[in-house]
Every structure is written in structure tokens, then in C-alpha cells.
């Protein structure tokens, strides 16, 4: 079932060692068929180096596992709420990658202050507040996606300009049209935290980017105006 899902989705959880996002087995990428209404995602706590596709896990919206040897994983009604609260995405990402993650344990959202921010994503990159005790009692991974999902919607924030978040005291998630798209997201997202926390040490007065630079490095990259890289 979904065997070229199955393959698409290991490769892309392989590029999250690849590209240092994540240390032992802190991370998981999911894939989605929206036409089945079924997803993809990474076995919970299995070593990367011992991972085939095969392991792959096959899981409904629901959070049911439809197929697979082992169990999905933790993350998975996370991913579950982002797909459902999400029409747009193909493809979520979670890691505990180190820059990332530092912004989102000191509860902040990443400034955009620079052109290599702004070609990704478009505006700060938010940091959600963390769980009460009554919704991590209520349902960890679940409230999480939820918390995500209404986040977004009550601040008419564009999930597809805006790809990435942080969990407060967590860690990141991002997302795209696929789930290569949102690996690379992934590693963006740890490359712009890095950048933007030399940038506060060189400089801790610096302000963001201005909008206008903002505005043209976003949307020549983006939308229907677009003229960066091939037609093709």
C-alpha cells in the first residue's frame, strides 16, 4: 500500500541526518495522499541507520495505523491535526534541531533579518505558547497540532508563506507541498535560527529587515510575479 509514498517519505526522513537535524532518532517526517486521505510517517524510535522504507508506517486521519510492522510515530496526531487544519500541506516535519529549538526554548519567534529569511518565509517566524497541564494531560501530541492549527488561523497567518513554527519549549515543525518540500523547509529553518542568533550576538540592537526588502526577496521568489530561477 503507498509504496512509492512509502519510498518518497523514507528518503526524505534519511535527509534529516544528512543535513544534521537530528540526533539519534529526535525526528520524524510524514508524507500525505490526500486522494486516500492516508499518510506516511517514520516508525517511533527507530535508528535511522537501521531504517528501510518498508518500515514505513501507513496511518488515516484518524490516527489509526492502516499498515506496518511497527508503531508510527509519537508525533503522529500531531501531524494528524496539521494535515487536517491544513488542506495545503503534502508533507510535515518535526526535528529537535539545535538552533531551531534553541529559539523555541527561549519562547521566541525568529525576527526576519535578512534576505536568506525572507526568500523562505515570509514575515517572523511565530513560537506557539506552550500547553496548559489540562491539555497535556488532555492529549500531548494532539493539543499540539491543534494549538498549531488555531494559532495560524486566528492570526490569518499563510501556511504556505509561512511554513515553519516553534512550539515553546519544544521544538520546530515545518511543513511544504511534499515531504521533500518540507525537509528543505527543515534545514532553512535551522540555517535562518543560526544566522539570526549571531546576528542579536553582533548586534543586539538590530531590527528586522525592512518590509520593503522583505517584500521584494519573498515575492520574487513566490506567487504569481515570480521571475527567480528557470521556467522550466
Same mark, same amino acid.
Given at each position: 500500500?503507498?509504496?512509492?509514498?512509502?519510498?518518497?517519505?523514507?528518503?526524505?526522513?534519511?535527509?534529516?541526518?544528512?543535513?544534521?537535524?537530528?540526533?539519534?532518532?529526535?525526528? #520524524?517526517?510524514?508524507?500525505?495522499?490526500?486522494?486516500?486521505?492516508?499518510?506516511?510517517?517514520?516508525?517511533?524510535?527507530?535508528?535511522?541507520?537501521?531504517?528501510?522504507?518498508?518500515?514505513?508506517?501507513?496511518?488515516?486521519?484518524?490516527?489509526?495505523?492502516?499498515?506496518?510492522?511497527?508503531?508510527?510515530?509519537?508525533?503522529?496526531?500531531?501531524?494528524?491535526?496539521?494535515?487536517?487544519?491544513?488542506?495545503?500541506?503534502?508533507?510535515?516535519?518535526?526535528?529537535?534541531?539545535?538552533?531551531?529549538?534553541?529559539?523555541?526554548?527561549?519562547?521566541?519567534?525568529?525576527?526576519?533579518?535578512?534576505?536568506?529569511?525572507?526568500?523562505?518565509?515570509?514575515?517572523?517566524?511565530?513560537?506557539?505558547?506552550?500547553?496548559?497541564?489540562?491539555?497535556?494531560?488532555?492529549?500531548?501530541?494532539?493539543?499540539?497540532?491543534?494549538?498549531?492549527?488555531?494559532?495560524?488561523?486566528? #492570526?490569518?497567518?499563510?501556511?504556505?508563506?509561512?511554513?515553519?513554527?516553534?512550539?515553546?519549549?519544544?521544538?520546530?515543525?515545518?511543513?511544504?507541498?511534499?515531504?521533500?518540500?518540507?525537509?528543505?523547509?527543515?534545514?532553512?529553518?535551522?540555517?535562518?535560527?543560526?544566522?539570526?542568533?549571531?546576528?542579536?550576538?553582533?548586534?543586539?540592537?538590530?531590527?528586522?529587515?525592512?518590509?520593503?526588502?522583505?517584500?521584494?526577496?519573498?515575492?520574487?521568489?513566490?506567487?504569481?510575479?515570480?521571475?527567480?530561477?528557470? #521556467?522550466?
Amino acid at each position: 500500500m503507498l509504496e512509492e509514498l512509502k519510498k518518497e517519505v523514507y528518503e526524505a526522513n534519511m535527509l534529516l541526518p544528512k543535513y544534521g537535524l537530528v540526533t539519534f532518532t529526535w525526528g #520524524n517526517v510524514s508524507g500525505i495522499d490526500r486522494d486516500k486521505g492516508l499518510f506516511v510517517i517514520k516508525p517511533s524510535g527507530v535508528d535511522y541507520d537501521k531504517l528501510t522504507w518498508e518500515d514505513m508506517v501507513v496511518v488515516d486521519l484518524e490516527g489509526n495505523k492502516v499498515e506496518g510492522t511497527y508503531k508510527p510515530s509519537s508525533d503522529t496526531p500531531t501531524h494528524v491535526e496539521i494535515y487536517k487544519g491544513f488542506p495545503e500541506v503534502g508533507g510535515v516535519v518535526h526535528t529537535h534541531s539545535s538552533w531551531a529549538t534553541s529559539w523555541a526554548q527561549a519562547g521566541r519567534g525568529i525576527p526576519c533579518y535578512g534576505t536568506t529569511h525572507a526568500d523562505y518565509m515570509y514575515g517572523e517566524i511565530p513560537c506557539v505558547r506552550n500547553l496548559t497541564k489540562e491539555e497535556i494531560d488532555a492529549g500531548y501530541e494532539v493539543n499540539t497540532g491543534v494549538l498549531i492549527v488555531n494559532y495560524f488561523k486566528e #492570526n490569518e497567518i499563510d501556511v504556505v508563506a509561512m511554513p515553519a513554527v516553534l512550539c515553546k519549549n519544544h521544538g520546530p515543525f515545518t511543513w511544504g507541498k511534499d515531504a521533500h518540500e518540507a525537509v528543505h523547509n527543515a534545514v532553512v529553518l535551522d540555517e535562518v535560527a543560526k544566522m539570526a542568533a549571531r546576528c542579536e550576538m553582533i548586534n543586539p540592537k538590530n531590527k528586522p529587515a525592512p518590509q520593503e526588502l522583505q517584500d521584494k526577496h519573498y515575492f520574487r521568489k513566490h506567487g504569481a510575479n515570480a521571475y527567480y530561477g528557470q #521556467n522550466t
